[in-house]
């Protein structure tokens, strides 16, 4: 079993940044593949990022590209996203995720969840 614990949201102003965390424990994380994903209300759960287990492989969904920044330190346990030029649209819960195989981009493919930080971007 692995548990995941997002922190690191919180409300900001338009244009700000915040970087968002996600701790695991139980297992390390140096074999899983980590992704965020974001729910806004009365939205589909959307994705926002992936990094493979050596990090050397990233994606990006394309309302965040330029702007976020995924990292992980397998040392650490943990796993980051570094969020720039937040938007009012960029408001929902971050969400991160820990699988081992299948396209990292599809939510239905993993199989740990944290229970998720607000992220709040004021205009």
């Known amino acids: 079993q692995v548990q995941l614990v997002e922190s690191g949201g919180g409300l900001v102003q338009a244009g700000g940044s915040l970087r968002l965390s996600c701790a695991a424990s139980?297992?390390?994380?140096?074999?899983?593949?980590m992704g965020w994903f974001r729910q806004a209300p009365g939205k589909e759960r959307e994705f926002v990022s992936s990094?493979?287990?050596?990090?050397?492989?990233?994606y990006y969904g394309d309302s965040v590209k330029g702007r976020f920044t995924i990292s992980r330190d397998n040392a650490k346990n943990t796993v980051y996203l570094q969020m720039n030029s937040l938007k009012p649209e960029d408001t929902a819960v971050y969400y991160c995720?820990?699988?081992?195989?299948?396209?990292?981009?599809?939510?239905?493919?993993?199989?740990?969840w944290g229970q998720g930080t607000q992220v709040t971007v004021s205009s």
């Open positions: 995720a820990a699988n081992r195989v299948g396209d990292p981009r599809r939510a239905i493919i993993y199989n740990y």
């Open positions: 139980g297992r390390t994380l140096s074999s899983y593949t």
């Open positions: 990094i493979s287990w050596s990090g050397g492989t990233t």
